[in-house]
C-alpha cells in the first residue's frame, strides 16, 4: 500500500442565473412567486476539514476491507480515483478499484487488515498497515506490512492512493521450499489502539528532519552514519527478511546497499514531519554492480520507489521503517518477471 502523501484539492461550485431578453418588443414573463408553504432549501453542509477527514479516515479506512465488501472499498474513493501499487500499472476509476478488491478476497478469503499508525500534515494523510489471512490456492498463511499515501477530494473521498508492499515476501510466504530465515514471516496482526501524530511546526520537528536529511546525506554519499546512531537505533526494512538492531547491523546494512549499487541516488520529492516522525516518499536509483543475495551483478540499472517513516529523538534515529517492493528492482535485473495484480 517510495510516495505514503494526501492533499486536499479545493473545489469551487457555483450556480449562476441569467435572464434573458430577445431584441423584440416582448413583455418578459412575470417571476413566478414561490408558494409559503414550501421552505427554502437547508444549507449545505460545510465540507470536511483535513483534520476530520483524518479522524474519519483513521475509524472507517479499514472497516469494508474486514467486512471484505468490495464496493465498500470503492465507495472510499471517488469515481475517477487513481490506486498507484507500487511495480505495477495504475489502476483508474472506481470500478476498476473494486474489481481489485474483489480479486483479493477471491484470494485470500480470510483477510484481516489493520492500521498501526496515522500522520497527518496538513492535508497529507499517510497510514501504515499490517495484513493477515490464508492464500485459498495454497492454504498457506501470509500477511504484509504496508504503507499508504492517501489524496482526498473535497468531500472526503480518496481522489488519489500510493500503496506500498513487498510482492517477493508475499511470494516466498507461499513457496513450500523457500526456506525459513530468508523471507520476512507473516507478522501478527496488531490489536491495540492506532498511534495517530500530526504535524505541529515546532522548532523539533524542523530539527527532526534537519537530522534526518543529514542522514540521507551521509548514506547517498556513503559516508559515515554513525553519528546518527545508537545501540539501541532499530531499523524494519520490510524487502529484507528481519529487524536489525545497533549501530553495528545497521552499519552493515548500509554497507549491503553501498557494495550492490555503489551509484546510488535518491530523490525526495515529499516530505514532512509529524510529531518526532520525518516520512519521505522517494526514488532510489543506482546499477547493480555487487550481488543480490543470489543474483550475480548484472550492470543493469534499477529504480526502487520507497517510503521512509524515521522516528527521531535528540538528534538520534530510534527506528527506522523502509517501504518499497524489491520486485522494480528485480525485474529490471532480469531476476524475476513483471508481476501482475491479477496474480
Not at 515546532?202 to 556513503?222: G, R
Not at 526494512?237 to 549501530?247: F, H, L, Q
Not at 516522525?277 to 547493480?288: D, K
Request: one cysteine or more; a neutral charge.
Amino acid at each position: 500500500m517510495r510516495t505514503m502523501f494526501a492533499r486536499v484539492a479545493a473545489l469551487g461550485v457555483g450556480l449562476v442565473a441569467c435572464d434573458y431578453a430577445s431584441d423584440r418588443n416582448v413583455a418578459p414573463a412575470p417571476e413566478a412567486s414561490t408558494p409559503a408553504s414550501v421552505a427554502a432549501p437547508p444549507p449545505a453542509p460545510p465540507k470536511p476539514t483535513p483534520n476530520e477527514q483524518f479522524a474519519r479516515a483513521s475509524k472507517s479506512l479499514a472497516t469494508p476491507w474486514n467486512a471484505h465488501n468490495a464496493v465498500g472499498v470503492g465507495a472510499l474513493f471517488e469515481e475517477h480515483a487513481k490506486l498507484l501499487v507500487s511495480g505495477f500499472p495504475i489502476i483508474e476509476e472506481r470500478s476498476a478499484i473494486v474489481a481489485d478488491a474483489a480479486a483479493t478476497f477471491a484470494r485470500t478469503p480470510d483477510l484481516k487488515i489493520a492500521l498501526t499508525r496515522t500522520f497527518l500534515h496538513g492535508s497529507d494523510f499517510v497510514f501504515q498497515w499490517v495484513t493477515s489471512g490464508t492464500d485459498k490456492a495454497t492454504g498457506r498463511p501470509t500477511g504484509l506490512s504496508g504503507i499508504s499515501f492517501v489524496q482526498f477530494d473535497d468531500d472526503g473521498l480518496i481522489k488519489e492512493e500510493h500503496r506500498y508492499f513487498d510482492v517477493p515476501t508475499l511470494q516466498s510466504q507461499l513457496d513450500p521450499k523457500a526456506k525459513a530465515g530468508t523471507f520476512r514471516p507473516p507478522p501478527p496482526l496488531p490489536t491495540g489502539p492506532v498511534e495517530a501524530h500530526l504535524a505541529r511546526g515546532t522548532a523539533e520537528e524542523a530539527k527532526a528532519l534537519q537530522t534526518a536529511n543529514a542522514f540521507y546525506k551521509a548514506f547517498e554519499s556513503k559516508g559515515d552514519i554513525t553519528p546518527f546512531l545508537t545501540d539501541a537505533t532499530t531499523s524494519d526494512d520490510y524487502t529484507a527478511p528481519a529487524t536489525v538492531k545497533g549501530i553495528k547491523a545497521n552499519k552493515d546494512l548500509a554497507a549491503g546497499y553501498w557494495k550492490t549499487f555503489p551509484d546510488l541516488e535518491q530523490v525526495k520529492p515529499f516530505q514532512f514531519v509529524a510529531d518526532g516522525f520525518v516520512i519521505t516518499e522517494g526514488v532510489l536509483t543506482g546499477t547493480q554492480k555487487g550481488p543480490l543475495g543470489p543474483v550475480k551483478p548484472t550492470n543493469k540499472q534499477a529504480t526502487l520507489h520507497f517510503v521512509d517513516v524515521i522516528e527521531i529523538k535528540d538528534g538520534k534515529i530510534v527506528h527506522l521503517d523502509t517501504y518499497g517492493n524489491s520486485a522494480e528492482i528485480l525485474v529490471a535485473i532480469g531476476a524475476m518477471p513483471r508481476p501482475t495484480l491479477a496474480k
